[in-house]
Each structure stands twice: as structure tokens, then as C-alpha cells.
């Protein structure tokens, strides 16, 4: 009894302090000088946080927890359910994770487990999800579900994995690839009952996913031509779960007109990459601006690189639809998990030699060893185009704060040289 008591004492004391991180956030984001009220929906959508039930019951759907973004979102919307993305940027949330945990592993999904603990200690049996799907990207997200019962959540919802390809160059990887897709779409019709959805279906539902890719695009233009801070950037890019797709469009679209007629904002360009950066954690974008740094580029997981590109087809039957999506998400996707990843760091380097900025500022999450393991290929091929490199390791305190504001000062001077 004594151990429950002390269990349900920390889980509110948890649950305390992560509204209080949020509240914190939200306030310093209304208080800057380019908020606007249009931002209000993003910003309402992360401040209600991401319970499974309150998803669900906006959506009108059941709701799938998605590990990372290699399943194409197009089918789970033609089969009726909506994606969520399983994310954590929380600190706090990291309390009641940790001690079931390894001491050095990656913080954000650290933190992930510990806001799905707060989740099931609000609406029991798992919480609100109806399914969990996990693309076998990082070893991490391999042992999520054993990681989950270590933390005392024992699932009881359907599972399925997405076993990737670590090799996309090879046709065999790619019909492995599209076998998987299929699969996929097999277990979301059979969750919802449609067991598979028509082609018409499916074309419309990726109509609809190349839409927000279109308006995405157009905001992702106004950051790249200084209109659009990056921070507001992320926290438009981390609300994509939190509502039904279409409602999100028609949010953005009434935004983006509003940063047309903008001035650009200050600061020396740069190009952010390495460790994907969640709400209400924004402590390195704050970083960056502070030190006079602009963030004009990125390739987060987490912020550009949300959609893999616009889904083309030649073929308009049902085999057609679902390869061009399997091509676009695997062939489009720029994990550091590939083995054949020599096209992400091309896509580093190649706007270098049209845009303006001549640095790359790479931040890395204790733990994340992909992105860790990057980082050395990278910074030498960096140097080699004659590009400024800084790698920062951080976590989700934020005591080590004032020491990567100093470096960041530092690497600003350097650029200005």
C-alpha cells in the first residue's frame, strides 16, 4: 500500500510539473513579438498535451501510436485511423521513466515512456490507443514495447512492425519494402473492419497528404527566406498529430499569408541538424536565437523533414498507389539508421552552394547514437566544402544551457570572419 501510495504521490508530482513546463513554454512563445493570434490553434493543440483519449476523441478515429515516420500516413487515413506520432520533450516525464531504464539512452524517448505512463495512469488498459505500429528504425525503437513492460505498462493492444530495410539502393530491399506496406495495410483494415480500403480511397487520402506537403512547402519557404522564425517552425511541425490532417491544412493555410508580407528577421544562417527537437524541450532553439544565430535550414525528422516528399505515380491502379508510396518513404526518408545514407549528407551540403548559410550546427541527444555516429562522417566532409561545424551534446536539463549559449557565441563569431 505504501509503495502505491508513493507511486501515485510521484506520478501527480510529475503530471504537476510537466503543465508547469508547458504552461512556461506557451507563455514565453504568446509573449515574443512575433506571435500572432492565427498561432493560437498550434499552440492550443500542445498545451492540451498528448493523451491518447483527448487525440482520439478530436479526431473521431481510433488513434495508432506511430514510433518514427517511415509508415506512410496516406494509409492509415484510408483505413480509417489516425496516426500519432509517440514523441516525449518533456523533462519531467523523464522522472517516472528512468529508474526501469538504461542510464544512458536516448532522453526523448525516455521522456515518451514516461508521459505514456502518465496516459495510462489516466485512462488505464494502455491508455487510449487502439493499435501500435513500430518501423524498426533505431535499436531503441526495436525494444520500445520491452522497454514499456520494464516501466510497468504491459500492452494489450495490437502491435505490428514494420521490419525497414537498412539497405535502400537494393531492389530486393525495396520489393521487401513494399511487402511490408502491404502488410501494414492489412492489419489497419483489419483494426477498423474496412479490411482494405478501394483505390479510390486511397487516391484520396493521398490527395489530401499532398496538400498539407504543398502548404507545408510554402512555410517551409517563408523559414528559408528568414519571414518565419524557426522556433514558431518546430512548434507548427510538432502540432501535425495532435488533429485530423485537414484540419491542420486549413489551420496553416491561414497562417502562411500572414508571414508573406514579413520582413526578414536578424540573425547569421545557419543550418540545424542531428537529434529531432520536441515540444515543450525547445531549449535549443531558444539557444540559437539568443546567440544570433538563424536557423534557415534543417533536416529534422521532427520539423522539416515531417513529410518525405510529394507521393508521384504513373500508375493509377491499386498496386500502383501503394509501390509509390512505399518508394516515397523509404527512398525519401533520411534516417541515419540507413547504411546508404551518402544522399542525406549531400542534402546537407548541395544548398550550401545557393544559400546564404556557411554553417551547420549539429546538436546530438545523449544516447542517440545514429545521429552521435554522423556526426564524425559529417564534420569532415563539412570542413572539406569549407563549412563551419559545431556539434553540441545535450539533454533535457537545463543546466549545461549558459555552456552551449557560450559556444554558440563563440561559433557565430567564427562564421562572421
Given amino acids: 500500500m505504501k509503495q502505491i501510495n508513493r507511486e501515485e504521490r510521484l506520478r501527480e508530482k510529475v503530471k504537476s510539473r510537466y503543465k508547469e513546463e508547458v504552461r512556461q513554454e506557451i507563455k514565453s512563445l504568446r509573449e515574443r513579438p512575433d506571435y500572432f493570434p492565427e498561432l493560437d490553434y498550434f499552440l492550443d493543440l500542445l498545451s492540451e498535451g498528448p493523451e491518447s483519449s483527448i487525440i482520439s476523441a478530436r479526431v ?10 517511415q509508415a506512410p500516413l496516406e494509409l492509415f487515413h484510408a483505413c480509417g485511423v489516425h496516426p500519432f506520432k509517440i514523441f516525449g520533450g518533456s523533462q519531467a516525464a523523464s522522472r517516472l521513466s528512468a529508474p526501469s531504464l538504461p542510464a544512458l539512452m536516448c532522453p526523448m524517448l525516455r521522456s515518451a515512456l514516461g508521459m505514456l505512463q502518465l496516459d495510462s495512469a489516466l485512462d488505464g488498459d494502455g491508455g487510449g490507443f487502439a493499435a501500435w505500429v513500430l518501423p524498426t528504425t533505431c ?43 502491404y502488410g501494414l495495410r492489412k492489419f489497419l483494415g483489419d483494426l477498423t473492419g474496412r479490411k482494405k480500403p478501394d483505390r479510390k480511397t486511397l487516391a484520396r487520402s493521398m490527395a489530401i497528404y499532398q496538400k498539407a506537403w504543398h502548404v507545408f512547402t510554402e512555410l517551409t519557404d517563408l523559414k528559408r527566406t528568414g519571414r518565419l522564425a524557426a522556433l514558431w517552425y518546430v512548434v507548427i511541425s510538432n502540432s501535425f498529430f495532435f488533429d485530423d490532417v485537414q484540419k491542420w491544412i486549413s489551420a496553416l493555410e491561414s497562417v502562411v499569408p500572414k508571414l508573406k508580407g514579413r520582413p526578414q528577421g536578424p540573425g547569421r544562417e545557419v543550418y540545424l541538424a542531428g537529434s529531432p527537437i520536441f515540444f515543450p524541450n525547445l531549449k535549443m532553439m531558444h539557444l540559437l536565437e539568443n546567440a544570433g544565430l538563424k536557423v534557415v535550414m534543417d533536416d529534422l525528422c521532427s520539423s522539416e523533414r515531417l513529410f518525405p516528399g510529394a507521393v508521384y505515380f504513373d500508375d493509377p491502379s491499386d498496386h500502383g498507389l501503394m509501390k509509390a508510396l512505399a518508394q516515397r518513404y523509404h527512398q525519401g526518408c533520411l534516417c541515419p539508421t540507413f547504411a546508404d545514407n551518402d544522399r542525406r549528407i549531400n542534402n546537407i551540403i548541395a544548398p550550401s552552394h545557393k544559400s546564404s548559410f556557411k554553417g551547420v550546427v549539429f546538436q546530438v541527444l545523449k544516447g542517440c547514437h545514429p545521429f552521435d555516429l554522423e556526426s564524425l562522417t559529417l564534420e569532415r566532409r563539412l570542413k572539406d566544402e569549407g563549412l563551419k561545424f559545431i556539434k553540441l551534446e545535450t539533454d533535457y536539463t537545463s543546466e549545461d544551457s549558459q555552456n552551449l549559449l557560450t559556444r554558440l557565441e563563440a561559433y557565430r563569431g567564427a562564421l562572421e570572419v
Avoid: T, Y
Avoid at 149 to 167: I, S
Fill in 60 to 69: 473521431g478515429r481510433p488513434v495508432a501510436a506511430l514510433l518514427c515516420l
Fill in 139 to 181: 535499436d531503441w525503437v526495436v525494444k520500445f514495447m520491452e522497454m514499456m513492460a520494464n516501466c510497468g505498462q504491459e500492452n494489450q493492444r495490437p502491435v505490428h512492425r514494420l521490419e525497414l530495410p537498412h539497405l535502400k539502393d537494393r531492389d530486393e530491399s525495396q520489393e521487401r519494402w513494399l511487402e511490408e506496406i
